[in-house]
């Protein structure tokens, strides 16, 4: 049964930095998109960033832009968001996502493009 795990987050100062990986068991998801989304209390889910199935395509949300960089490794079946600059206002719980539609040509921000999800991880930013 394909698996999604995400980790690596946890409780952080404004202004530090968190890695959050995200690694597929099950299947292989190296001929997909994946992507990162996030969701505060009360919120709906948010997109984040999303990263091309060969990884040389990305696009981020404008609130992470120049902040968050998101990578994978095929190889090692896992993807990456590198978080730096954290604020208060990234608090949320975040998932990583595998598109639904293999060998996809664009990146899909609307979180109904992707059809496997993982538990998400709590990242917490005190002020």
């Known amino acids: 049964q394909a698996q999604l795990v995400e980790s690596g987050g946890g409780l952080v100062q404004g202004g530090g930095s968190l890695r959050l990986s995200c690694a597929a068991s099950g299947r292989t998801f190296s001929s997909y998109a994946m992507g990162w989304f996030r969701q505060a209390p009360g919120k709906a889910r948010d997109f984040v960033a999303a990263i091309s199935w060969r990884g040389g395509t990305t696009v981020y949300a404008d609130s992470v832009k120049g902040r968050f960089t998101i990578s994978r490794d095929n190889a090692k079946n896992t993807l990456y968001l590198q978080m730096n600059s954290l604020a208060p206002e990234d608090t949320a719980v975040y998932y990583c996502?595998?598109?639904?539609?293999?060998?996809?040509?664009?990146?899909?921000?609307?979180?109904?493009?992707?059809?496997?999800w993982g538990q998400g991880t709590q990242v917490t930013v005190s002020s």
């Open positions: 996502a595998a598109d639904s539609m293999i060998f996809r040509s664009g990146l899909i921000r609307s979180p109904a493009a992707y059809n496997y």
